[in-house]
């Protein structure tokens, strides 16, 4: 193998990591905000708890993304 093609290689795994990475981290974003709005809607505690359970969520999730952003009212 050439010194070209082991560079190339190597740059096309760096980016793909990079790819990844970034679809791993959006998400996880997607999946905490619709954490989120399953806790807006739930009627109480233990209906979010089930929601959350059945649609493979976590609640966690939703706080820890709730905490980087601020809340949007509307």
Known sequence: MSTERHITLVNEQSE??????AEKAENARQCAVAARTVASH???ADDCVSLLAMLGLDALAGKQVGAAQPAVRG
């Not at 793909?16 to 990475?21: P, T, V, W």
Request: hydrophobic share 45%; aromatic share 12%.
């Open 16 to 21: 793909f990591a990079e790819a990844r990475s």
């Open 42 to 44: 739930a009627t109480d």
